[in-house]
């Protein structure tokens, strides 16, 4: 846990605790103000939160996270909240870590020991994550019941992902290498970490040839970005286009329709579970 909690401001455990918030009046009953910088840390705090919490996602609905530009509001409002849930991970939402660095209370900090910050992506890593949610808002009884379910999310996916024909997993950005990596899975990528980033010519030809000796069926796009170069590798491949979600963030009407994290995961199994043939 001590890679994912930065305490900034120790004195203010107890003020969270009791959800009056850095400097304000105990007495005022006004819920802890939670800023999360993307959907998946908004759905994890206002789990472990309920009725205590205000969350705020500096990330719109349906909007791309990578490099989300923040308002001189949202950058008050990162500087004044009780407790901030982030990533501090390189070049991934740079305007977020640099708002996060000028406050002085309590942030939780979602870089593990790797580069690779789809941690929610990994049901056992996210569970660490929710567990030092809990501990910041003083909440960790409450952070018991969402740690529950990402457990029998891990176990949903170990049995439906054990026997399968293959085990190559065709990608448009890598955002699924912790999730290949818990379930024995291989990540191919076409366009490294940047989703909007596209292969020139020789590299094109490169990866439909890596894709052809793949063996995989399918090209998986992402919701959120263009499929144009998952629709061109698949047609050189001779293969399908699938969608598979790294839940970056929901639209309006998704979340309306009432899908969340933890349905677009069971999703994201059945559609793994189809493209790689899995019994």
Same mark, same amino acid.
């Given at each position: 846990m001590r890679h994912l909690v930065h305490i900034f401001a120790v004195?203010? @455990?107890?003020?969270?605790?009791?959800?009056?918030?850095?400097?304000?009046?105990?007495?005022? !009953?006004?819920?802890?103000?939670?800023?999360?910088?993307?959907?998946?840390?908004?759905w994890a705090a206002e789990r472990v939160g309920g009725d205590a919490v205000e969350v705020v996602n500096?990330?719109?609905?349906?909007?791309? =996270?990578?490099?989300?530009?923040?308002?001189? !509001?949202?950058?008050?409002?990162?500087?004044?909240?009780d407790l901030?849930?982030?990533?501090?991970?390189? !070049?991934?939402?740079?305007a977020v870590v640099d708002a996060v660095a000028q406050r002085s209370g309590i942030s939780v900090d979602a870089h593990g020991p790797d580069s690779d910050p789809h941690v929610w992506l990994d049901p056992l890593r996210f569970v660490s994550l929710i567990e030092a949610i809990g501990a910041a808002l003083g909440r960790a009884g409450a952070a018991q019941a969402p740690v529950a379910e990402l457990r029998r999310l891990d176990r949903q996916y170990r049995n439906g992902l054990a026997d399968c024909e293959r085990r190559t997993v065709v990608t448009t950005h890598s955002a699924f290498k912790l999730l290949a990596k818990r379930y024995r899975l291989e990540e191919l990528s076409l366009a490294g970490r940047s989703p909007e980033s596209e292969p020139g010519p020789r590299e094109?030809?490169?990866?439909? !040839?890596?894709?052809?000796?793949?063996?995989?069926?399918?090209?998986?796009?992402? =919701?959120?970005?263009?499929?144009?170069?998952?629709?061109? @590798?698949?047609?050189?491949?001779?293969?399908?286009?699938?969608v598979l979600d790294p839940i970056e963030g929901l639209s309006e009407d998704r979340l309306d329709a009432g899908e969340d994290y933890l349905s677009v995961m069971r999703q994201n199994l059945e559609t793994l579970r189809e493209t790689l043939g899995c019994r």
């Open positions: 004195l203010c @455990v107890l003020a969270l605790a009791s959800t009056a918030g850095c400097g304000g009046d105990e007495d005022d !009953g006004d819920r802890t103000r939670v800023v999360a910088s993307l959907y998946p840390l908004a500096l990330t719109p609905p349906g909007a791309e =996270p990578h490099d989300v530009e923040l308002s001189a !509001g949202d950058v008050e409002a990162v500087r004044d909240a901030v849930v982030y990533g501090s991970y390189s !070049g991934f939402q740079p094109l030809e490169r990866l439909v !040839g890596m894709v052809r000796k793949s063996g995989a069926t399918a090209v998986f796009a992402e =919701p959120l970005v263009s499929d144009r170069l998952a629709k061109t @590798v698949a047609r050189e491949a001779g293969i399908d286009i699938a």
